[in-house]
């Protein structure tokens, strides 16, 4: 049997294994199981394990191939996958052989384009996450002192060292307060008030700062994806760099699957189109349809003229497309008048071209 679907299976898929077998593992543990059940949820785990022993025979020949189709991370976790929950079931006793399986919950990570994101934003906003941490240390620790001084002789058994008082203070920080331990002096609950708040700051800090880094990393790989679209459109490769960074910014890339209709005839148009990749038909009036190709642009007519749309326009093949909208061509054209004026002449040509219907 070939292994090679194995390691195409679907992130989702994956994801969807590692969660029945973590499933599994869980409901192993509760004692009130019967034998039958805990056979066939045993099988199951058997079951999964066995697939991911065909991923990662297959995973293996990919990465020795050197065919760009597995990394190492792939590879070391689809061998985790495997090695650790064997280890289990030769030298764990029979009550934790099925905890080893546990090592799937870094399966969701094999090929996830999320926790790369995630690295990406965490490494960038290292130095301010490092900050807000540090402020952390230093609220948490400063709060234990307070809190032993405060607190150690009325209540030693739970201030009795700052050690113990920095438990009261991380539970308080993170406003999470499991009510263990309870300041009794009025200097104690002040106090208390003061940490809470500074962990509500503290966490919106962290909150804000990856939350940016998000943001900021989605964008990033949006303009470095849309410069390279807008690069392979021969009209934008006169602009000067100000003008192309502000053509990138504005066109926004769309895929539209083949046989689909991307604008038709009469309909009003806010936004014209420029072709990447494949090709689209014209359905003018005139008995031989008009295809247009990769570099190309269409919708032009009715942005221009505020008419309906001339012709109805459908995809030959899956075509990868940058819209620009009125308001963004209006900005091309002041910034770039030679542009919009090869726009605007193609626009002329053509409609003396359509006949009307
Ligand atoms: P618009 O009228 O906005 O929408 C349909 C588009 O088809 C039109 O803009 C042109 O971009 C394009 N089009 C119409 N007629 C022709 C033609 N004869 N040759 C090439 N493209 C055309």
Redesign the pocket.
Known sequence: MSARPLLRMSDAANGLLAAAGLVAVAALTASSLGAGVRLAIEGLLAGIWAVYLLQLSDTLIAFWARDGRASVTEAVIDLLAVVVPLAGLLFAGTRDQSLYCGVWLLKPLRHSTFFRLLGRVVARAAPNLVGVTSLFGIVLFGASLIAYLIERDVQPDKFGSIPQAMWWAVVTLSTTGYGDEIPMTFAGRVLAGLVMMSGIGIFALWAGILATGFFEEVRRQDFVRNWQLVAAVPLFQRLGSAAFVEIVRALRPRVVPSGAII?R?GEA?DQ?FFIVEGRVT?A?P?PTP?E?GPGS???????ISG?P???T?TAETEVSLLSLYSEDFQMLSSSNPEIAEVIRKT?ET?RG??PEA
């Open positions: 604008c005839k148009g014209m014209i003018t005139s008009v247009l642009f269409f919708g032009e007519m009715a942005l008419e749309r001339s012709a326009v626009a053509r071209r359509t």
